[in-house]
Structure formats: C-alpha cells, structure tokens
C-alpha cells in the first residue's frame, strides 16, 4: 500500500506571484552522490518520474507552514513549496531538514534572515558608534553604492543606520539626479546597477524614505530607475504607460487638490507594487510590509476625504439616480463608488459601520435597483460587487430595506426580486454574476446571520416576504423546463442556472422549515425537480438527488407521505438502473441514500421502497444495502404478525375476564364501574407474548355461565403469565417491555378511556427513538398501580 504520509504537491511561484501546481508525487530524503550531500527527491505519483531534487543547503532557509507546507527559495526568484496530504510525513521531512542544518525541529524557519549571530551583534554594536558612510554619489561610484546597500540588508540595525544616513543626505534625490545623467549619455550599465540601488531601497522598509520616493516630482523617476531590470533584454515602459495609457476619469469633478493627489499617488504606487517590482520571494514579501502599508493608510485617507465632503456625494448620487443622466456617464459613476467601496475595506469595524449608513442613508440600495438592470456589463458587474460589499458586512441593511418596499413598491421592482432576476437573465458564459448574486441571496436567508438582529422579528418578518412575493420568482426557470417528462432544454447555459437554483432550493430545505415545506407540498416541487433526473448532465442530477437527500435527511412525516403517495423514488431508481452499476459519484450518492434510510430506520420510506422495487433491486449484489433493507422489513412485518396473532388468541379472554376478577378481587363500594385495568407490555423474556398495535373492544362487561369454561381458560393463560413475570422478578421500569396484573384499591381507575380490564401498551417508533426516556412517566404509574397478589 501507498504511503500516503509521504504523499505531496510540488508548487513553484511564477512571475505573476501564483503558484503553479508542478505534480502529484512522494517525497524522500537521502544522500545524492552527485550533489555531494542529503537531498530531497520528489518522485511522480504516476509514472515515477523525477519532479524534484533539491540538495538541502545548510544556509538556505526552509519556512514551516500551517503544519503541513514546507515553503523555501533556491537561487533568485525561485520558490518551491511541498504541500503535503498528512502532517505527520511533513513533520518527518522537517526534521530531516532540521537535522542537516543543525536545528531545532520545534522552530518554524530555519535560517531566520533577521536573526543575527553573535559576531553580527558586536559589530552591530560597533555600528552604533559609527554610522554607514555613503560613498560620493557619483557616476564612477555607483557599483560601490550597490554593494553597500545589499550589505545592509542582513542586518536590522545596519538598514536603520543606512536608511538615516540616505535620509539626512538627502541621497536619493542625488541618486535620481545620476539616474537622468546615464539615461541621457545611455550608460546602461549605470542604469543596471541603479536599480539594484532602488530595489534594495524598497526591501530597507522604511516610511520617510517612501515619502521621499513617492512625492510628485520624484515617483516617475524612481519608476524609470526600475525600468532597467538587468535580466530583461530591454527596458520596460511604465512611465509611458502611467503618464499616457492610464487615464484618470473624474465621475464628478474633484476640487480637493489634496484627495486629487492622493487619489493619483496611491494608484501609482500600487502600479509599482503589483507591476513595477520584482516578484519578491516568500521572505523579501515580509520585507515589503511597509509598502503595503503606505498604501493602506492612503486609501482611509481617501475614505475620510470624501465621507466629509457631503456635497461630492449628495451629487454623485444625484445625479446617478437622474433618469436624464447617460448610460457611460452612470457607468463611471458606479465604478467610482465600486472603487470607493473597496477601499472602505481597510477601515475599521466601526468606521465602516458608518461607511454604509453613510451610503445608506443616500440612497445606495434604491440607486443600485437601477444599475443592476442596466445592460451596460461594467455597470452591472460593479453594481453586484458594490451590493456583495453591502450585504457581506451588514445582511440586515438589505433586510430592511426589502421589508420596506413590501407594500409601497411592485414586486418585479422590490430589490430582492430584481437581484433574483439578475441572477436569472446572466448571460455570461460562466455565470460570473449569477454566482455572485446566488451568494448574497444565501447570506440574506441563512437564519444564523438574522439571530443577532436588533429587530427580534426580522428573521420571520423577511421569511415571510421571500416565500410571499420572491420565491415563485426564483423557482419559475426551474417549473417552466420540468413540465414534462425530460427537462425541455439542456444547454449548458440552462442546466448552470439550474444548478445554482437547485444549490439555493437545498440550503432553504435545510435551514428553513414551515415556509419552504408549504412552499414543497403546495407547488409539488420535489416532483418538478426530480423531473431533472432525466438530465444528460451529471452534476445537474446530482444536484436533483442532493435536494431529495436534504429532505429526507429532516425524517419528517409530511415529506415521507408526500414522497410515499407521489411515487416520488421512482426517478431515483430509474436512474440507478440507467447508470448500470457504473462506479461512479451518481452510484454512490444513491447509494448513500438508501443506507441512510436504513440506518436511520425510517420505517414508511422503508417499506414503500422494498413493496414498491424490491424485486427490481434485489439483483443488486455489488453492495448490502437493498439485502438490509429488505432484512429490516421483513422483521417490522414478522413484528406485525405476531402482535395480530397475539390479539386474536387474547381476545376471547378480554371479554369474560371482568366478571370473574370482580367477584374474586372485591373492591370498596364506588360507582358501579365493572372495568379494571391490566397491562401486558412486550418483554424480551416473553417472546411467544409480543404486544399488541389495538386493544380489542371491550363488548361483553358481564359473560353469561356458558362461558365460563372459556373464562377459566382465560384466567390459566393470565395467572401463568403473571406466575412467570414474578418469578423471572424481571421488571423492566424504563421501557416498555412490562406485564402487570393491575387493579385499584380506592381510587379510580387512572385511564377513563380503557376498554375493560385488559390494555396492551404496545412498542411505538416513539418509544423506540426515545429510548426510554419515558422512564420517570412509568415509574409513576406504576405508583398508581397495585399488583394483584
């Protein structure tokens, strides 16, 4: 067998920071005679070709991750990632790491690229005494500047002392001013050796050096300087690109020249951090830390700016919800809100609290029941993500806001049904939108996300609304192609949306109860969908049976009745006939759901199954679930029988007991009641005396003299059964498996409704799953019940 411990994904990272899946494969450690020492081999899983040999170097620094990832670089620009399937094969493949390197394996990174030796510290400690000295910045002497800078990397304190003295000699604008001297003689190999320069720069990881880089008159030439990557034949052209492709649309014009500058800054310097800069490795990334945060803080900024310029957006959306206001002129607006949004990604909890019923309160949610409908793609595609923003942060905004429109606005134009025919009419190949919009829909019904609501009757005032005025909206593509036999259309298109109505319809079976069951029973819905049974594609079948399975997976009666009197297991079995035996996920799933009905023993679903197809199914030999299901009827039948064939022979002496037990057990003088009561209840001890269903009316409360005959009879087969229950001394107080010989001295009797002196408690489904819990009832009506002597 396979040793899945050792079992692994082989990741490398490409130039646009993805990683890229390399194969499927095992992982060993052992000596390479070519490589001069311990290596780690990665071998295909099928074909047993070699996907990886990597000597373990004892500089090199191997990162533990997540328990399960062992992440490191070799060379430049190259990382490589094991992912492995068990976290004890990754936990043998680090130590064996460990071990070579010399490390502890408890450590997560083996060469902590900010962890210094103690030779490091002293001359850390020399450094404080005598700051870095810069070379002359001069065209001759950039080579020395490269290799100093890269020096100062290794160590924290020595980057703090560089990134002071770059500071206080205002080094950089010195170093640009070089950079236009050999752009303009073409020194290129100046021009190499200054991006070195500015690359190092950036991995110092210092704000007031970025303040410097990113000021207006300098950012372009530090992007110029970035252009000449020694390892490209050519140059790149993002200044061109920045100044003249990349065009800056006001949606409404700007007259803050600080939020217009800062707007401008902060997309060029993401520019040169998603475009401009190297791909970093996994641990220069953490040496970016500050970049990323240069950028963050600018967009709160941003944020900030506009929220307290009320005018600029009163009129944005003034002019967005202008019926007169062109479809390109509303594409831009809604971009810019779009971007607005994302940004406000970066405020905290409450600020973004505010964020929205700021847009809330401007209108942001009946704006976007215009946008949505606009057949513009871009206007629609970002008002679904400004909607996506809105919902995912606060459900309950929409919530509101749909409960209000219930009897002031049509329903084709209530915002929950124009997101649901959205969702409907996409008409991308891939469904982009409709997936969108299919995940806001199932946050504004999951019931999880309501129970924190303020409005304690939100949860069912919007239930309400849904199944009400929006349900039939979203079922309507799903009853309008299962009006026959086969689903009338199988484009690719057509099944998609399908599927993504079927995945809602489960997750409302599953988390919704009394409104999707009406909205079941009352469309005869599950009929309709299983129509899709019929479906040349796979996963929509799938998705059918999964619906079916959520609603037996409830073991609620009215969903076993309906299913029961609609036949509604035979496009399920025909199906699996269809399939033939085939081992495939559609088999399996079947499957699954016939051995959740036996082991669960839903009894009705059980029996409709084994009368209705059990002569089909019991050719099936490849698995035991229709045998056991068939095993499992035959003794709920067996049980059956015996409690009739018990009822019959009983029956005699229910009639002519009465009279003989009052004359031979006298009771105190009340009511002229002839009736008293015995128990028999089903024991395990008493199989040839199983319980009852019914017991037998009570017709004859005075037998004539010709049958006493058949009363002695009677009362042997009683004092028998009673002889054996007291002696066996076999009582059973939780459950119900008792026979008891009963009657009252003073009271009486406790049941009113008893048919002579004979009751027959017999085994309920409800006794069965409730596993005794009864008990405390038992005990206590035992209290009220004297055995006969």
């Known amino acids: 067998m396979t040793d899945t411990r050792r079992r692994v994904k082989l990741y490398a990272l490409n130039a646009d920071r993805q990683w890229d899946d390399r194969g499927t494969g095992h992982v060993s450690s052992c000596y390479v005679e070519r490589l001069k020492g311990t290596s780690l081999l990665v071998r295909a899983e099928s074909d047993g070709s070699l996907l990886l040999e990597s000597k373990i170097q004892p500089d090199t620094a191997y990162q533990k991750q997540q328990d399960t990832l062992i992440v490191w670089s070799e060379g430049d620009n190259f990382d490589l990632a094991l992912s492995f399937q068990e976290k004890a094969g990754c936990d043998e493949i680090w130590e064996k790491i460990c071990q070579v390197q010399g490390k502890d394996p408890s450590v997560e990174i083996t060469q902590d690229i900010v962890e210094e030796s103690e030779d490091e510290r002293f001359d850390e400690m020399s450094d404080s005494v005598q700051p870095v000295e810069l070379p002359a910045c001069e065209m001759g002497r950039l080579e020395d500047i490269s290799e100093l800078v890269n020096s100062c990397l290794v160590s924290p304190a020595r980057k703090d002392k560089l990134a002071a003295a770059l500071e206080s000699q205002n080094y950089i604008k010195k170093l640009l001013n070089l950079f236009h001297m050999c752009e303009d003689i073409e020194n290129i190999e100046g021009l190499h050796h200054l991006y070195e320069i500015f690359k190092s720069i950036f991995l110092l990881n210092k704000n007031a050096l970025f303040d410097t880089m990113f000021a207006d008159d300098t950012i372009f030439d530090v992007v110029g300087c970035l252009e000449y990557d020694p390892g490209l034949p050519q140059p790149k052209k993002h200044r061109e690109y920045l100044r003249e492709l990349a065009k800056f649309r006001e949606a409404i014009p700007i007259k803050n020249k600080d939020l217009l500058a800062k707007i401008h800054q902060t997309y060029r310097v993401q520019y040169i951090q998603d475009i401009v800069l190297p791909t970093p490795t996994v641990f220069e990334d953490n040496l970016l830390s500050t ?14 700016l506009i929220e307290e310029d009320e005018k600029f957006l009163t009129d944005l959306f003034k002019l967005l919800m202008d019926n007169k206001t062109p479809d390109t002129k509303r594409r831009d607006l809604v971009l810019f809100l779009k971007e607005f949004c994302n940004f406000s990604q970066n405020l905290q909890p409450q600020d973004k609290d505010a964020f929205y019923k700021t847009l809330v309160s401007l209108g ?12 513009d793609q871009k206007t629609k ?24 429109q219930a009897n002031i606005t049509k329903e084709e134009k209530m915002l929950l049904n124009v997101v649901i025919e959205q969702m409907l009419r996409d008409r991308d ?3 982009g939108g409709a997936v969108q919009l299919m995940g806001v829909l199932r946050i504004l019904l999951d019931p999880e996300s309501m129970l924190a609501s303020v409005n304690k009757s939100e949860k069912a005032d919007f239930l309400n609304f849904f199944y009400k005025h929006s349900i039939q909206t979203l079922i309507a593509p799903l009853l309008g192609n299962t009006t026959g036999e086969k689903p009338l259309k199988e484009d690719y298109h057509t099944v998609q949306l399908l599927g993504l109505v079927l995945e809602l319809l489960s997750f409302c079976v599953e988390h919704h109860t009394y409104h999707i069951k009406t909205c079941i029973l009352n469309k005869d819905l599950l009929r309709r969908i299983l129509v899709l049974m019929r479906s040349t594609h796979t996963f929509l079948v799938l998705g059918a049976l999964r619906f079916m399975r959520k609603i037996i997976a409830l073991k609620d009666e009215y969903y076993n009745r309906y299913i029961i009197k609609g036949n509604l297991f035979a496009p399920v079995i025909d199906a699996f006939l269809r399939n033939n035996g085939r081992y495939n996920l559609l088999d399996s799933a079947i499957l699954e759901l016939f051995e959740f009905i036996k082991l669960e023993d839903i009894k009705s679903l059980c029996s409709h199954v084994v009368e209705n197809y059990g002569k089909i199914l019991e050719d099936v030999e490849y698995v035991q679930t229709f045998k056991a299901l068939k095993s499992r009827y035959d003794q709920h039948q067996d049980k059956l029988k015996e409690r009739d064939r018990v009822s019959g022979s009983v029956g005699v002496a229910e009639a002519v007991v009465p009279s003989l037990l009052r004359t031979r057990y006298r009771r105190e003088a009340r009511a002229p009641d002839d009736e008293e009561e015995m128990w028999f209840n089903d024991d395990d001890e008493l199989d040839d005396e ?66 002579g002196l004979v009751d027959y408690d017999a085994d309920s489904d409800e006794e069965e799953e409730g596993g005794g819990g009864g008990g405390g009832g038992t005990e206590e009506r035992d209290a009220k019940r004297p055995r006969l002597a």
């Open 291 to 304: 970049l990323s945060s240069f950028i963050f803080f600018n967009k709160v900024e941003i944020v900030k």
């Open 364 to 375: 942001i949610l009946p704006a976007l029941e215009i946008t949505l409908s606009i057949n």
């Open 381 to 404: 595609t970002a008002s679904i993500d400004i909607l996506t923003y809105i919902v995912e942060f606060s459900p309950s905004v929409m919530r509101d806001h749909t409960l209000q």
């Open 429 to 431: 190949p891939e469904l």
């Open 690 to 755: 199983p319980p009852l269903d019914q017991p037998a009316p009570h017709t004859h409360p005075h037998p004539q003299p010709h049958n006493h005959a058949h009363a002695h009879h009677a009362l042997d087969a009683i004092g028998k059964i009673v002889e054996k229950k007291v002696c066996s001394n076999t009582e059973t107080v939780n459950g119900p498996s008792r026979v008891l010989l009963s009657t009252t001295t003073a009271s009486k009797p406790t049941h009113t409704d008893v048919q």
